[in-house]
């Protein structure tokens, strides 16, 4: 299992600012993903984050908008850059402490609330 | 990303009742197929999973039916409780560790 603390919790925030969330893993993991989920939707993968490498973005998230840092294996961070309202969503992080394949769970963090004023 | 299609949107069920919940996915590369029920203010907590080479899969008020050559696969939940209101994700993935694609969600709410 893993458990996951992310931070902050909510936030609300000037649009054109930017804010970093971060992840901490109290276990040493492989992959990280970001996920958003903006209210009353599904989770939408942001990027897949490996230690060491560079993250892995889908389609219709740039790293520019984006940027994430991994720099061990127990931490990652997302930051939200250039904020406008659209921006406002639900961000998590998650983990597959198994490595990922069948049977692997996912665990996710709480998740950070954001609101873009 | 594969989509994978959830229904219903909502789900209103008396306490007893039996709540059933749709998926169906695209992609045969799925093998990998997760529900996860989600709190508010929480993240999403893995409920029950199943693979593609099993029909059933039964946890104790919570069942998985899967069907192959439909491509669906559903979750029912027997003795519907008021403590099971909750947003319920399907989702799915490939062996090879891919991050999850989940379904849109299904808020479920059962009234005592």
């Known amino acids: 299992s893993a458990v996951i603390s992310q931070k902050p919790s909510r936030d609300i925030c000037q649009r054109g600012t930017s804010l970093t969330i971060q992840c901490q893993v109290d276990?040493?993991?492989?992959?990280m993903f970001w996920y958003r989920q903006q209210p009353g939707q599904s989770l939408t993968l942001i990027a897949t984050?490996?230690?060491?490498?560079?993250?892995?973005?889908e389609s219709g998230f740039v790293i520019d908008k984006f940027p994430i840092s991994r720099p061990n294996l127990t931490f990652s961070t997302l930051t939200v850059s250039n904020m406008s309202p659209e921006d406002s969503s639900i961000y998590l992080c998650?983990?597959?402490?198994?490595?990922?394949?069948?049977?692997?769970?996912?665990?996710f963090g709480q998740g950070t609330r954001l609101t873009v004023v | 990303q594969q989509q994978v299609k959830q229904s219903p949107q909502s789900l209103i069920v008396q306490k007893g009742g039996i709540s059933i919940i749709n998926c169906a996915y695209e992609?045969?590369?799925?093998?990998?197929f997760p529900w996860y029920q989600q709190f508010p203010g929480k993240g999403p907590a893995l409920l029950i999973a199943?693979?593609?080479?099993?029909s059933e899969k039964k946890e104790g008020r919570f069942t998985i039916s899967f069907n192959k050559s439909a491509k669906q696969f559903s979750l029912h939940i027997m003795d519907s409780q008021p403590g099971d209101s909750a947003t319920y994700f399907c989702a799915a993935s490939t062996q090879a560790g891919t991050a999850l694609i989940f379904g849109k969600g299904t808020t479920l709410s059962v009234s005592s």
């Open positions: 199943i693979r593609p080479d099993v």
């Open positions: 992609n045969t590369a799925f093998d990998y």
């Open positions: 998650s983990v597959e402490p198994g490595g990922g394949g069948w049977g692997t769970e996912a665990f």
């Open positions: 276990s040493q993991v492989t992959m």
């Open positions: 984050a490996n230690q060491g490498s560079e993250a892995t973005y």
